[in-house]
């Protein structure tokens, strides 16, 4: 079982930035590919990023390539998504995610979900 816990979301204007964070415990952090993935009100939820468990390999939804960046500390058991150059449809819960397989981190399928933090941009 791996426990996920999202922080740093916030209000931003447009054109400015926010850095999530993700706080893993439970089973080895570092066994697991991670990603982050949002929802929007009435829409479905998307993948916005992921990373593999060494970070070496990453993946970005087109729409934030560019913009926003995922890393990974294994060693403090954390994932983060530096988001730059905000838009008022990046407007969404964003959710951190872990899966032992690095081919589900673009899927809704992956294993262990957090709750979410909010991301609001004006604009």
């Known amino acids: 079982q791996v426990h996920l816990v999202e922080s740093g979301g916030g209000l931003v204007q447009a054109g400015g930035s926010l850095r999530l964070s993700c706080a893993a415990s439970g089973r080895t952090f570092t066994s697991y590919a991670m990603g982050w993935f949002r929802q929007a009100p009435g829409k479905e939820r998307e993948f916005v990023a992921g990373i593999s468990w060494r970070g070496i390999n990453t993946a970005y939804a087109g729409s934030v390539e560019g913009r926003f960046t995922i890393s990974r500390d294994n060693a403090k058991n954390t994932m983060t998504l530096q988001m730059n150059s905000l838009k008022p449809e990046d407007t969404a819960v964003y959710y951190c995610?872990?899966?032992?397989?690095?081919?589900?981190?673009?899927?809704?399928?992956?294993?262990?979900w957090g709750k979410g933090t909010l991301v609001t941009v004006s604009s």
């Open positions: 995610a872990a899966d032992p397989s690095y081919s589900k981190v673009r899927t809704t399928g992956m294993a262990y």
